[in-house]
Each structure stands twice: as structure tokens, then as C-alpha cells.
């Protein structure tokens, strides 16, 4: 049965995701959760050659101020990482069993 998972995005000192990693099935609703107030982010998938496809799990970015994402549903297992497509230091997995 597929769940809703949320990964939320914080500022303290610095941008964290939690939780990192995500752990969840084939199926389930992944979306992120902005509740950083200063800047938007864009979580995309970190591809074999350390580079960034902004639109794997979204087509924009996400604004500031708890703004939320759509909806990603895994369809195979994998580890996806992930990073920040407009500040790449910004990084997390998603672990799908």
C-alpha cells in the first residue's frame, strides 16, 4: 500500500533535508516541504556524472515559506540522490525498497 512521505526542508545555520536519508517503497508519494523563509530550492536527481536534472521530480523549483512540491512516485528500487539544483551543496537520499 503506497503512503504519503514527506521530506522537509530546513534552515538553521545551514539547509538540511529530513529526513536524509528518506527511506520508502516503489509507489509511495514522496513531496518535499520548503520551510526554509529566505530562498526557494529545487531538488533534483545527482546523475552518474555529478550532475543535477532539476525536472526528475519536479518541474520547478519550490517556493520559500512552506510551500510544497508534487508528488514523486518511485516506480523500482534504487538509491536516488539528490542535490539542490540552485545550490548544489545542498544534498540528500531517497532510499526505495
Known amino acids: 500500500m503506497a503512503i ?3 521530506i ?3 534552515r538553521n545555520s545551514t539547509v538540511t533535508f529530513s529526513p536524509d536519508p528518506l527511506a520508502a517503497n516503489t509507489l509511495d508519494q514522496i513531496f518535499w516541504v520548503n520551510n526554509d523563509d529566505t530562498e526557494p530550492h529545487w531538488p533534483g536527481l545527482v546523475k552518474s556524472d555529478g550532475s543535477i536534472n532539476p525536472t526528475f521530480f519536479m518541474p520547478n523549483q519550490i517556493a520559500q515559506g512552506g510551500d510544497s512540491s508534487p508528488i514523486f512516485s518511485p516506480s523500482t528500487a534504487a538509491t536516488l540522490d539528490y542535490a539542490c539544483s540552485l545550490h548544489p ?3 540528500g537520499s531517497i ?3
Request: proline share 0%; aromatic share 0%; hydrophobic share 40%.
Open 4 to 6: 504519503q512521505l514527506m
Open 8 to 10: 522537509r526542508i530546513n
Open 89 to 91: 551543496g545542498e544534498t
Open 95 to 97: 532510499v526505495i525498497t
